[in-house]
Nanobody, 124 residues
Framework: QVQLVESGGGLVQAGGSLRLSCAAS????????VGWFRQAPGKEREFVAA????????IYADSMKGRFTISRDNAKNTVYLQMNSLKPEDTAVYYC?????????????????WGQGTQVVVSS
């Protein structure tokens, strides 16, 4: 069993930056792939980025490439999402999710554990 807790959300002006953290419990977290998803009001949950167990392989949604960076520190059982050049359309609740497999996928049903989410609001 893995429990995930996101933090780092908040209110930021357009063009600003935030770093989200996803802290996990569980000794085997280092073998899990982790993804970030987001859900804006009235919209479906969408994929943001994912990282494999080693941290070597990552994948991003097209609209996040070049602005967002996912990374992990397995010694700290934490995955990060650095978000730069934020836009109002990035406003959403951001969720991290863990997958009980080392490889990464972009679909939400491929993840076994979810955090409660952290709100990000980008003002124009």
């Amino acid at each position: 069993q893995v429990q995930l807790v996101e933090s780092g959300g908040g209110l930021v002006q357009a063009g600003g930056s935030l770093r989200l953290s996803c802290a996990a419990s569980g000794r085997t977290f280092s073998s899990y792939a982790v993804g970030w998803f987001r859900q804006a009001p009235g919209k479906e949950r969408e994929f943001v980025a994912a990282i494999d167990w080693s941290g070597v392989n990552t994948i991003y949604a097209d609209s996040m490439k070049g602005r967002f960076t996912i990374s992990r520190d397995n010694a700290k059982n934490t995955v990060y999402l650095q978000m730069n050049s934020l836009k109002p359309e990035d406003t959403a609740v951001y969720y991290c999710a863990a997958r009980n497999r080392p490889s990464i996928v972009t679909f939400s049903s491929g993840y076994d554990y979810w955090g409660q989410g952290t709100q990000v609001v980008v003002s124009s």
